[in-house]
């Protein structure tokens, strides 16, 4: 049977091993940008997997994420992140890595073959109707993937499947099928390259336009950021100032008003009240737009 996809041979990996430190380098550069360019006919994809999982969060749903090994890795990844850039509480956003927390210090394969393992994570997501599941296989074959991208779809979920491999099981199972078809690794079969780095840029795409769908972006700010540390306190009275076109003290003053949240803050260093701005936002569900 001959390779396909990413175990599929690369053209510059004959004598790989034989070349200089530089051309190894620019070897392995140049297959990562060119992985990248794979994202440009999924974009069309990406975007309905957006508007599904913001549709999901603004209803009340949750926003869950599923994969194993590298694939895993990059969803864990934007997955731990929305709740800090975004202020999407992290029990909206359930994650289901194959092999668990232990996984992540020790990588197993074998985890990623095994059904009842997926089956119970998907059971401690609590996914579940009108819910959105953001599913991750390069191979698109992957069983602890397939097993709980069906399950989550018996119990109402509406699965996103991004795989980097065409004609793949994961696509065909898919309600919103995401082909970010890579190729050939350098590294034949090391996904955690081409494949995982498109893959990444894909889900930090998709993340920021469920974002701004839900109006937690607004001008290229991150107005619903969670200001839990110095620097992140120091942004939000730098994003309201700007937003809402006022000094850095108007700011502050209006952030201590609010207990610290931005958008709500950006209204009142405008004038409005804290239970007008809460008000206000309510009724325009979240977004900032409309109003200033």
Known sequence: MTASGTEARHPASAGLHARTGDEVLRILLDAQVAALGALRPALPAIERAADAAAGALRQGGKLGYAGAGSSGLMALADCLELAGTFGIAPERTPMMFAGGAGALLHLTGSVEDDPELALADLDRSVLGRGDVLLCLSAS????????????AQERGV??????????????RIADIPVLIETGAEV??????????????VALNMLSVLVAIRLGHVHDGYMVNVVADNIKLVDRAARIVAAVAGVGRDVAEEALSRTGGVVKPAILVARGATPEEAEAQLTENGGLLAPLI
């Open 187 to 200: 590294v034949s079969g090391s996904t955690r390259m081409g494949a995982a780095t498109a893959q990444k």
């Open 158 to 171: 509406t699965v996103v499947g991004l795989t980097n491999v065409a004609d793949s099981a994961l696509l």
């Open 140 to 151: 698109g074959r992957t069983p602890y993937a397939l097993a709980i991208c069906t399950a």
